[in-house]
């Protein structure tokens, strides 16, 4: 991978063939690791799986309260 673009490709090739957890862990271990990505800010994991750090019913009651419909609507 000599380029960003390279890199870029390469990683979104991954994301659907690679288990996430080991993916987002291989993307951070390079990201980290090259020269031209070093700058570029890591999501923290409770973004990346917010699942993982709260209650799945939270999810479900969003989802809800995403999908009503405001009164004058």
Known sequence: MRT????????????????PNMF???LSVAILHRPD???LPIPPLTEVFPDKYVDSGIFSRAREEANVV????
């Open 37 to 39: 990505t070093k700058d």
């Open 4 to 19: 960003y673009e390279d890199f870029l490709s390469i990683a979104v090739y991954c994301r659907d063939r690679v288990n």
């Open 70 to 73: 405001p009164e004058g609507s």
């Open 24 to 26: 987002i862990y291989a």
